[in-house]
């Protein structure tokens, strides 16, 4: 039940790669932009948190599809960076750390964002007065005392990236070694004769992951809380 096979391995190492680029990579944007939306009142704030959010909503398939119209060789994007640059993101291992950034951006953000919104404001207008510019502020006031819900945002992004499925296998396919995660690999072993005790292992392997993420993460909330607090 435990003797994990070769491809097994592949599979959860390539799962992790791609969580953890993806959660990597959205983090600065998703600092900022949980900044922003708790921080600035603009025309067309309301449309900009429901699109942060609409992947939550949509299904994966109709995300990873978009994507791949947007991403893909003939897209909008994608064309041209492949053409230009030669960055190709469908079919490749890349393509599923983009799904799966795109896929956990909502749950990386909120965390973000509430933290932000529960800092005392008179703390930054403070650190103004004493003629701080805005981007010190930001770094020395804003940020520590936001670190909370940063890394609950990132774990959260991690632990979604990492049990992500639709949006991946819509985008880049279940290419074994290059794109087949654990959630695709799971998917093909349940259509495979004797394929029950693979899955089982890979199920468990996704668990532990999942919970130590979460427990992870709790621990370096309370950590950066008591150092904020001075303990």
């Not at 259509?191 to 005790?197: F, I, L, S």
């Not at 999942?210 to 709790?218: C, F, N, R, S």
Request: hydrophobic fraction near 55%; charged fraction near 15%.
């Amino acid at each position: 039940m435990f003797d994990i096979s070769p491809a097994e391995w592949t599979a959860i190492l390539l799962s992790l790669r791609v969580a953890i680029i993806a959660t990597l990579v959205a983090t600065p944007f998703g600092i900022a932009l949980a900044w922003l939306l708790a921080r600035r009142d603009f025309w067309g704030k309301s449309m900009l948190d429901a699109v942060v959010h609409l992947p939550l909503v949509l299904p994966p398939v109709v995300t990873g599809y978009l994507l791949l119209l947007t991403f893909g060789r003939r897209g909008l994007v994608g064309g041209f960076l492949a053409d230009h640059l030669g960055i190709v993101f469908s079919f490749r291992w890349t393509g599923a750390a983009l799904a799966c950034g795109v896929m956990s951006f909502p749950l990386l953000v909120r965390p973000m964002r509430l933290s932000i919104e529960a800092i005392d404001r008179r703390l930054e207008q403070a650190a103004e007065t004493l003629g701080a510019a805005p981007w010190k502020v930001f770094f020395t006031v804003t940020l520590p005392l936001a670190l909370p819900g940063v890394l609950a945002g990132m774990v959260l992004g991690f632990a979604k990236a990492i049990g992500e499925f639709g949006a991946t296998i819509t985008f880049v396919s279940n290419i074994p070694g290059e794109t087949q995660t654990i959630s695709s690999a799971i998917y093909s072993l349940i259509q495979t004769p004797d394929g029950d005790a693979a899955a089982g292992r890979l199920v468990i392997v996704s668990i532990v992951l999942a919970l130590g993420a979460l427990i992870a993460a709790e621990w370096f909330a309370r950590r950066a809380t008591a150092r904020l607090h001075g303990n």
